[in-house]
Each structure stands twice: as C-alpha cells, then as structure tokens.
C-alpha cells in the first residue's frame, strides 16, 4: 500500500525547526563564532576610559621594571603601558601599529597586544 503524497511526514517540521534554531544560534549568539569583533580606535577608547579591542599607532618612549611591558604615547599624546606578550619588546623610539585589548587596572590604561607591526622602520631621533 502507497503512502498518500499529499500527508508530510512529521518528522521534516521537526528537523527544518531545529536546523533554522541551530543557524539562529551561531548567528546570533554573543559568543557566535561567525561574528566579528569591531575594534575601536585606541584614541577613543583612551579618551572615554573605555575597556576594549583597540587598534592604533603608538610611540615606544620607555620601558618599565617588567620585562614585557613598555611604556608608549599615542598619537594624541596619551601616556600608557604596553605588554608585548610574545612578541619581541620595541625599541625606544620606534613607533608601532597595534591592536589589542584595552584595560584600565588601577585606573591606568594598559593595552595586551595581539598584533604590532613597524610600518616605518625608523626611530623618531632620525627625523
């Protein structure tokens, strides 16, 4: 005996229900894997006392008693401390495009950077 076609089986509602919840789930979910993170500029997160991801240019003016940490200047003149985690320690000078994220311990902003490169490849005493 045929099964009559025009009957759905109650098993298709069920499975495109939890197929449609599952693409709402990792689209929309604070942890999603499929959503980007917007960084803000260092400068504004700076000025707001924001903590956040941050990307911006810096000056490496100093270092500090921890050996990955180093103290910088952005672009605007505010004063923070920097920790190059894994990355090797910049020279004083030298200025740097990095991001990260933006803390403020102690009411002191401190950036943990995950990206830096050296656009310029000069220090600020030869200009």
Same mark, same amino acid.
């Given at each position: 005996?045929? #099964?009559?076609?025009r009957?759905?089986? #109650?098993?298709? +509602?069920?499975?495109?229900?939890?197929?449609?919840?599952?693409?709402?789930?990792?689209?929309? $979910?604070? !942890?999603?894997?499929?959503?980007?993170?917007?960084?803000?500029?260092?400068e504004? $997160?700076?000025?707001?006392?924001?903590?956040a991801?941050?990307?911006?240019?810096?000056?490496?003016?100093? =270092?500090? !008693?921890?050996?990955?940490?180093?103290?910088?200047?952005?672009?605007?003149?505010? &004063?923070?401390?920097?920790?190059? !985690?894994?990355? *090797?320690? *910049?020279?004083?000078?030298?200025?740097?495009?990095?991001?990260?994220?933006?803390?403020? +311990?102690?009411?002191? *902003? &401190?950036? #943990?950077?995950?990206? $830096?490169?050296? +656009? =310029?490849?000069?220090? $600020?005493?030869?200009?």
């Amino acid at each position: 005996m045929a #099964k009559d076609p025009r009957i759905i089986d #109650k098993r298709i +509602p069920l499975v495109m229900a939890l197929l449609i919840g599952l693409f709402c789930y990792y689209t929309w $979910a604070p !942890n999603s894997p499929f959503k980007q993170i917007e960084s803000l500029s260092l400068e504004h $997160a700076l000025a707001h006392q924001q903590s956040a991801l941050v990307e911006g240019d810096i000056l490496v003016i100093g =270092t500090t !008693n921890n050996q990955q940490e180093v103290l910088a200047k952005s672009a605007e003149g505010n &004063l923070l401390t920097i920790n190059f !985690n894994q990355q *090797p320690t *910049p020279t004083i000078g030298s200025f740097w495009q990095v991001k990260g994220m933006l803390s403020w +311990p102690e009411n002191a *902003p &401190l950036l #943990k950077v995950s990206q $830096a490169s050296n +656009p =310029t490849k000069q220090s $600020a005493d030869s200009q």
